[in-house]
C-alpha cells in the first residue's frame, strides 16, 4: 500500500511516545495530539477508520492526564489504525 502521508510511521511514532517517551502523561498527551492532529484523518481511506481517528482526537483532547484517558482503549484504537494501514506488516 502507498503511504504518501507517512502514516504508518507517524502512527508508529506515535504508539511509541505513548508508552515509552519521557516526561507525565500530560506532556506525552500534549505530544500525541500534536503527531496525530498534524496527520488528519485524510490519509485513512474508510469511513470507520475516519470515525476511529476522530474518536482517539476527541478522546485525547478531553483528557487532562494520561492517567484520566482511557489508555487501552486508546493504544488499541490507534493499533487498530496501524496494523490497517501497513496491510498488517510490523514497520521497520
Sequence with gaps: MKDPHNTVERLTNTLSVLVSDIGDGRARLKRVHTMLGSLGEDPFPLAE????????????????????LDTELVLKAIWDLYWRMSSNQLYV
Excluded at 477508520?49 to 484520566?68: F, N, P, V
Design 49 to 68: 477508520d475516519k470515525e476511529k481517528y476522530r474518536w482517539i482526537m476527541e478522546g485525547i483532547s478531553k483528557a487532562q492526564t494520561l492517567e484520566s
